[in-house]
């Protein structure tokens, strides 16, 4: 069964620095990977999806992620933090369209 | 992508009733999923329902507790029976669109049992 690890569940970080947030999965036939955010009191909004194209992958907001195959590996990140990315971000797999599972979250704080 | 209308957004009840959340689609699905995300927490996914079968429930989800009815390839309910506090949690329904591996979320259901 698929899964994954989000390492961290608090990150801070100060307006302008970069900012990466490390998640790592269990497969055992190729993932689909995605990234979504969580504002507070909101729903959940897709930030970035890799689905087998191209191994790095451009978001909205100016978020990022590379897929590595070796490492099992989608980290997400962004070059410079602002304010407004504080939030809750989520890691998930699925594999062949089935069912999404969702990693234990990483809270983002940015401090001015 | 999909549209997803998900109701009720919240609602307050008394611990022992039973509440049904319901989820419409503006297109057909196969799969439709329930998800639930409790305070502060992750999402977890409650259940897989398909049309004209039984849904298929994750490891500490039981039927009898979160009956779910698929009636057509658009539609789809979750009841939460005879709640507790414990079961204070939101509440999310999901579609794999068939877009590309892209998956959308109703706004969810926010329950306060008290």
């Known amino acids: 069964a698929q899964s994954v690890t989000q390492l961290g569940s608090h990150v801070s970080v100060s307006e302008g620095a970069l900012v990466l947030l490390r998640c790592n999965y269990s497969s055992s036939v190729p993932p689909y990977l995605f990234w979504y955010v969580q504002y507070p009191n909101q729903g959940l909004q897709l930030l970035l999806k890799y689905t087998s194209a191209a191994t790095l992958v451009k978001g909205i907001n100016g978020f990022e992620a590379e897929f590595k195959k070796s490492e099992t590996s989608f980290h997400l990140t962004k070059p410079s933090a602002h304010m407004s990315d504080a939030a809750e971000y989520f890691c998930a797999v699925s594999v062949n369209t089935d069912k999404l599972i969702f990693g234990t979250g990483t809270r983002l704080q940015v401090f001015p | 992508s999909a549209v997803i209308s998900q109701k009720p957004s919240r609602d307050i009840c008394q611990r022992g009733t039973s509440l049904t959340i319901q989820c419409q689609v503006d297109?057909?699905?196969?799969?439709m999923f329930w998800y639930r995300q409790q305070p502060g927490q992750s999402l977890t996914l409650i259940a897989t329902?398909?049309?004209?079968?039984?849904?298929?429930?994750e490891s500490g989800f039981v039927i009898d507790k979160f009956p779910i009815s698929r009636p057509n390839l658009t539609f789809s309910t979750l009841t939460v029976s005879n709640m507790s506090p414990e079961d204070s949690s939101i509440y999310l329904c999901?579609?794999?669109?068939?877009?590309?591996?892209?998956?959308?979320f109703g706004s969810g259901t926010r329950l306060t049992v008290v």
């Open positions: 999901s579609v794999e669109d068939g877009s590309g591996h892209g998956y959308t």
């Open positions: 297109s057909q699905v196969t799969m």
């Open positions: 329902a398909n049309q004209g079968s039984e849904a298929t429930y």
